[in-house]
């Protein structure tokens, strides 16, 4: 593990609908909930992404790459998963609201059934890809700090490639607009927020 510094400060994240301003902290450096799930990485820590590729679940190619210069959620996940699916909504929502503000999402879908899958992301709406990952393979060239461990993990990657946070429980929208905000606010090619 490199030496690298993790600065967290304890805060009280209510992920159900999360209305803190992660950006007034932003001195601080990084952020976890009070149960540990949401990390956010300062921009001079940030490592990059690994290749993230595969096929969709459709069966077409697919690659982190294809998102070059976009703040990306990446969201872990699984049919299989309670809290997936408590999750999906918000995940659905959220992905429709962002993309005005130039925010991708990407699934990666583990450990499941083709057919189950594709039946999760009809029920709950969500028009995002998602990569058919069964082995979980996708996910070995995770740095060992920004593992995901269990679905639901969902990561933000900023427009440069870089592992910019992580969130490892279920999500909101308010959150992730929250986390996109910060991503946003640091992110070196994009103007900074007024």
Known sequence: MSGMRWVLVAFVVVLAGC?????????????ISADGSITVVAPGERESAPEI?????????????????DIVVVNVWGSWC????????????????????????????IRDQTANAMAFQQEYGIEYPSIYDPDSSTLLGMPESMMAVSPPTTYI??????????????????TLADLVDEVRGHDGSAASRG
Do not use: M, W
């Open 157 to 174: 990657v900023d427009s440069e490639g870089r592992l910019a946070a992580r969130v490892f429980a279920q999500v909101s929208v308010a």
């Open 19 to 31: 209305t803190s301003d992660l950006a007034t902290n932003s001195e601080a450096g990084g952020y």
């Open 53 to 69: 590729a595969g096929d969709t679940l459709e069966g077409d190619p697919i690659s982190l790459a294809d998102f070059a210069g």
């Open 82 to 109: 309670s809290p997936c699916h408590a999750e999906a909504d918000d995940l659905a929502t959220a992905s429709k609201r962002l993309a005005a503000k130039d925010v991708r999402f990407l699934g990666i879908d």
